[in-house]
């Protein structure tokens, strides 16, 4: 099945700093999707983009699926942004069905 | 307010005694999941749907029953639950419009212990 891989595992920012994640999957996908989950488990939706780039205040994501990845950017982070950031992938597997896969998170916390 | 809906949040409970956690959306999306959230391991799928009367397995079904009666709701059984099956639950519904999976809403989690 797809693979999908997440970088950096763990990353810690001192508060204002900008960060850049990344997701890379191998196999063409026909959606992606970028999630937060906060400290109380909650998984809040950030960005459905299956191509180009959105942005969303001080978040914005980039998928390249010709080259299999995304990357999400989060600007002068706050305290609230601590974390795992999580990718899902959807692709169609061998059987036709279309399958959900999610990456393996990057663990963020944001220091004051 | 379009949202996802899980019911029981938090639940303890024994080996051996069935149970059912409750999962409704109000968007009238076709398509609805059951995952489990694991450390080390990330999300995995255990059921899906893509509509009423139509429900297959994903990726770690063994100990799981669902069903899909309704288009709204999609429960997941617990027929006799075991310690290993403690885990973060999450259900998540999306609109399958144009034929491929459109953006996945998640319910708020069922944190889950069983003794």
């Known amino acids: 099945g797809i693979q999908v891989e997440q970088s950096p595992p763990d990353l810690i920012l001192q508060e204002g700093a900008n960060s850049t994640l990344r997701c890379n999957f191998s196999d063409s996908v026909n959606n992606l999707q970028w999630f937060h989950q906060n400290p109380w488990g909650q998984l809040i939706n950030l960005f459905y983009?299956?191509?180009g780039t959105k942005q969303n205040g001080r978040l914005s994501a980039t998928t390249v699926a010709t080259e299999r990845y995304s990357l999400l950017y989060i600007s002068s982070s706050q305290t609230t942004d601590s974390g795992v950031y999580f990718c899902a992938v959807v692709n169609s597997g061998l059987d036709g069905y279309q399958k959900v896969t999610f990456g393996t998170g990057t663990k963020l916390q944001v220091i004051p | 307010e379009a949202q996802v809906t899980q019911n029981p949040r938090y639940l303890i409970t024994v080996t051996g005694k069935k149970l059912t956690v409750t999962c409704s959306q109000n968007m009238n999306h076709e398509y609805m999941s059951w995952y489990r959230q694991d450390p080390g391991l990330g999300l995995r799928q255990i059921y899906y749907s893509m509509n009423v009367e139509v429900t297959d397995k994903g990726d770690v079904p063994e100990g799981y029953k669902v069903s899909r009666k309704e288009k709204r709701n999609f429960p997941l059984i617990l027929e006799s639950p075991s310690p290993n099956q403690t885990s973060l639950y999450f259900c998540?519904?999306?609109?399958?419009?144009?034929?491929?999976?459109?953006?996945?809403?998640f319910g708020p989690g069922t944190r889950l212990t069983v003794l």
């Open positions: 983009i299956p191509s």
């Open positions: 998540a519904s999306s609109s399958l419009a144009g034929g491929r999976y459109n953006e996945q809403f």
